[in-house]
């Protein structure tokens, strides 16, 4: 049976001669697979009279990603003091900027206000919180949460069960009370999907926050600056799913915006968006290396990478294909577990997958490269049974590899102890 393809930038030869530097495990990002992924997201929106894409900090939240995607007009949406920073780092500043956060210290308004930050409520009460511990702004979103008239996705699950968001009577309040405390502005956010891959879903998602924006105007002399419709666009992990046709989806909304603002004297209405995964996601990879091979009542390959780099296959059950570099041709003749060190059983990368035989060893083995895990990959890493977490490589526009993030030494895995030891308990 042939291997099915997914593409790595990379040859063998190449990752040969860069692991003298940086060896295994690491992560590997593709600028201009990224760079040309954001044009076409903005040339398929251009039909919109405003558009604006704010890149979720939490999947990537490295500076120079940021950057790249600052360059290619994108703002960013934050959820936490450090990834403000992140976002100001890569030099996306003001109303680039989404404040999506819940359960918010004061603290963390305060920096997102004094940066000039997008504020987007989360809850009714938040009006007031906002109000006693920093101010109301000028401009002000709010976060709807639909309950029932939304179906919910696979990992999102139901809005009604969701703990984000206004509910609709408490939304067609909020916003003329903001507007009694000053607010001037004003934008209505709401995010109900994850990894969806139908655009219809994302479509109907678009027509709920208009059909919301034509009631606030009818009942509540509301105008909305803008809609975000948030993050949640899918990409395909496995071979044989297609990506969301960008043009298809942003001509669904299109239709919806035309039957529902237009009429109703709102356009030009802003359609943001805070994409993640379907921006970074394909254009990463996390390249480790077979280091054993284990027969028992499975076959086993093991690598030195583990859940503490990537997480999502133990926690979702996700499917992230696997390509072995120099065996893109060969069949897929076995049927191998190929997992990490961590001493939890899920630690899996791929569970029963057929792959070209593979060779281990600490420095002859295979490279094994986990696709699609350029979003919500070594952001949701960790340290348990004292794994260090992996660096973060970038592979140029120009074909240059540079370090953009190191590994994790074990002196940092050691930094956050009180430099003395604690005393001993003495004559217990
Ligand atoms: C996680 C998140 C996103 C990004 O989600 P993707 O599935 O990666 O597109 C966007 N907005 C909010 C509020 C989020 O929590």
Avoid at 352 to 369: C, M, Y
Wanted: hydrophobic share 40%; aromatic share 10%; with cysteine.
């Amino acid at each position: 049976m042939a291997c099915a393809h997914k593409s790595f930038p990379l040859t063998k030869a190449r990752l040969q001669s860069l692991v003298q530097q940086h060896p295994t495990p690491f992560y590997l990002y593709d600028e201009a697979g990224i760079r040309q992924n954001a044009r076409a997201i903005l040339n398929a929106f251009s039909i919109f009279p405003r558009f604006k894409e704010h890149y979720a900090v939490k999947a990537l939240p490295n500076p120079f990603i940021l950057q790249i995607l600052a360059q290619e007009g994108f703002g960013a949406d934050c959820s936490s003091l450090p990834e403000l920073l992140l976002a100001q780092q890569a030099g996306i500043h003001g109303e680039d900027v989404m404040f999506t956060s819940n359960e918010t210290p004061a603290k963390e308004y305060k920096t997102a206000l004094a940066m000039g930050a997008v504020i987007n409520l989360d809850d009714f009460t938040h009006i007031a919180f906002l109000e006693q511990t920093a101010r109301i702004p000028d401009l002000i979103s709010c976060r709807y949460n639909p309950g029932p008239l939304k179906g919910g996705n696979a990992i999102i699950g139901k809005p009604e069960e969701a703990k984000y968001g206004f509910t609709r009577e408490q939304i067609l309040r909020a916003f003329p009370l903001l507007r009694d405390k000053g607010a001037r502005r004003f934008a209505l956010h709401t995010m109900v999907a994850s990894n969806e891959l139908n655009p219809e879903y994302h479509i109907e998602t678009a027509r709920i926050l208009f059909e919301l924006a034509v009631e606030l105007w009818v009942k509540a002399d509301i105008r909305l600056e803008f809609v975000n419709l948030g993050g949640g666009l899918g990409i395909p992990y496995t071979p044989e799913q297609q990506p969301v046709n960008y043009t298809y989806l942003a001509a669904g909304i299109r239709k919806a915006y035309d039957a529902l603002i237009v009429p109703a004297g709102l356009d030009p209405l802003g359609i943001h968006t805070e994409w993640a995964r379907a921006v970074t996601g394909p254009y990463g990879w996390l390249v480790a290396r077979a280091i054993h091979r284990k027969h028992i009542y499975r076959e086993y390959i093991g690598l030195d990478a583990c859940m503490a780099d990537l997480m999502r296959p133990a926690l979702y059950g996700a499917y992230h294909h696997i390509t072995i570099p120099g065996k893109e041709e060969a069949p897929c003749t076995e049927t191998y577990d190929v997992v990490g060190s961590l001493c939890e059983n899920n630690d899996k990368f791929a569970v029963q997958r057929k792959l070209p035989k593979i060779e281990a060893g600490e420095s002859t083995g295979d490279f094994v490269v986990i696709h699609d895990a350029g979003a919500h990959g070594r952001a949701m890493g960790f340290n348990y049974n004292g794994k260090l977490r992996c660096g973060e490589l970038l592979l140029g526009s120009d074909g240059a590899l540079s370090l953009i993030r190191r590994k994790e030494t074990l002196e940092d895995y050691f930094a956050t102890l009180s430099a003395k030891p604690l005393p001993l308990c003495r004559g217990l």
